[in-house]
């Protein structure tokens, strides 16, 4: 018999997806260029489940029913390409080629729109919960067509993680709408993790308190609203010892963040769609930052800081913890509002038709960003399918409402005692950006008006005016 899906690349993603999908009962024909890996998998894991191992593409090709199902498991960009250019001669009419790797979605388009002119599927999937969850039940996007998806749907969703019976898996939209969902996704598990440094350094500098007290504190707030994977590894890895030299192992790691790359695509993406994602724009600078050697070690000792630290002694401890955590969750809160309007904002753009409560749904399990109050958004999205931003929703009003003077006390002490809270400060300035009734955006169309003659409307008449600013200063309307 046949397999019925394939994949090639079987570096740790690409090998743990193949033996999920050989453990749930598919037929699986695996491949990877070195052929070291694809034996290493029979050799290791065979006894799983139904392998099939291929030699080179051609022979993948040949082991697979029709229509094919080849999931395309390599690097992002020019390796994905050399894949699937390899990959088309081979293929017949009606086959569907997944890239279930971390593809720009401009590229999924792209791709997906050449492999349709030549009568094939082309999928591009976002797949979430590292190695992990590729094992035993990743969050799955996939993109692409329709009638892709009606054949790859049952295959998807069994693999998938599940929540209270559902699968972490829905056919997301059209063409690039899966990489665009599993972009921001990482965008969002960005903004959670500098958020969660940003908690763990406040309180360790200004409360003094050490990584293994601060491992209590994250654990106590992963059984509240906060409840997440991440919150919960936080707490793994501020406990964790040295093996080395003992001590905290948290303070031997050097304190320089890296990125792959789908963190900036987020903010890219998000500048051009015009949707302020702050919150992620913050933590991809701060990545920087902390890599920015060079800058660091002209500064560091050398800035000063502020100058009396005595308000420290002033802070109550379980009342800066309690605010530190509401700072945390309102944040967060916006850091997902951004999220989802960026998701609304594309989906717009391309005519995905993006449903985005079922986006929360799928990402209550499995991936990364994981979390209790993923349901919160679901509802808030099931009360109102056309709601304008999460913030606005209930839930999300009441809990900031409930949080937002310790958030604001937070934002203060930070200021005041000298540690970054960029993710927080950026947070709060959105939420007051956005509930402000007048901004001061009207001085900006002023003044563009001065020096360039852009113009600016009125707020009590219609048309666009401009003012003879080193003339008679008269209004003229055009
Ligand atoms: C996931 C993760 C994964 C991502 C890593 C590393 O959903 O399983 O998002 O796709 O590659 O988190 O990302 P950075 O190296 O950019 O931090």
Redesign the pocket.
């Known amino acids: 018999e046949k397999a019925e899906i394939a994949v090639t690349g079987l570096a740790v993603m690409g090998r743990n997806l193949a033996r999920n999908l050989a453990r749930n009962g598919f037929r699986v024909a695996v491949h990877n260029r070195s052929q070291g890996r694809t034996d290493a998998l029979i050799e290791e894991f065979g006894h799983e489940g139904d392998f099939t191992a291929a030699a080179d593409l051609p022979a993948l090709v040949e082991a697979l029913e029709t229509p094919r199902k080849i999931i395309i498991m390599v690097k992002a960009g020019e390796p994905t390409d050399a894949v699937i250019d390899e990959l088309v001669p081979l293929l017949d009419k009606g086959d569907i080629v997944i890239d279930a790797g971390?593809a720009h979605f401009l590229d999924t388009r792209r791709r997906e729109q050449a492999l349709s002119e030549k009568g094939l599927n082309f999928v591009g999937s976002g797949v979430?919960?590292?190695e992990e969850?590729a094992l035993n039940g990743p969050s799955i996007m996939p993109g692409g067509s329709k009638e892709a998806y009606d054949s790859l749907g049952p295959i998807l969703t069994k693999i998938s993680a599940h929540v209270n019976g559902e699968p972490c898996c829905v056919h997301v939209g059209p063409d690039g709408a899966g990489h665009f969902v599993k972009m921001l996704?990482?965008g969002i598990?960005y903004a959670d993790m500098q958020l969660i440094a940003e908690a763990y350094d406040l309180l360790r500098h200004v409360l003094d308190l050490s990584p293994a007290e601060l491992a209590g504190v994250f654990r106590e707030w992963n059984t509240g609203d906060l409840e997440s994977f991440l919150i919960e590894i936080t707490a793994d890895v501020l406990s964790q010892v040295d093996p080395t030299h003992g001590g905290p192992f948290v303070d031997v790691v050097l304190d320089q963040a890296?990125?792959?790359?789908?963190?900036r695509w987020t903010v890219q993406s998000a500048l051009d769609l015009g949707i302020p994602v702050s919150g992620m724009a913050e933590a991809v600078f701060a990545r920087s930052l902390s890599g920015d050697v060079v800058r660091r070690e002209a500064a560091a000792g050398v800035l000063p800081g502020p100058s009396s630290s005595s308000e420290k002694a002033d802070i109550d401890r379980d009342a800066f913890i309690e605010d530190v955590r509401h700072a945390l969750y309102s944040s967060k809160l916006v850091a997902y509002a951004q999220g989802f309007d960026a998701i609304r904002a594309a989906s717009e753009q391309y005519d995905w038709n993006v449903d985005l409560g079922a986006m929360a749904t799928i990402w209550r399990g499995g991936?990364?960003i994981r979390a209790r109050f993923l349901d919160r958004i679901k509802e808030a999205y099931d009360r109102n399918p056309q709601l304008p931003s999460l913030l606005v929703d209930e839930y999300f009003k009441d809990a900031i409402a409930n949080g937002q003077d310790a958030w604001r006390r937070v934002v203060a002490t930070a200021a005041t005692a000298g540690v970054p809270a960029p993710g927080f400060s950026a947070a709060l300035s959105y939420y007051d950006g956005l509930r402000a009734e007048r901004l001061p955006a009207a001085l900006i169309q002023g003044l563009r008006d001065l020096f360039g003659a852009h113009t600016y409307k009125r707020v009590d008449a219609e048309g666009t005016f401009h003012l003879e600013w080193s003339g008679d200063r008269s209004e003229t309307k055009s």
């Open positions: 971390n979430s919960g590292g969850g996704h990482n598990e890296e990125q792959k790359g789908t963190g991936c990364i």
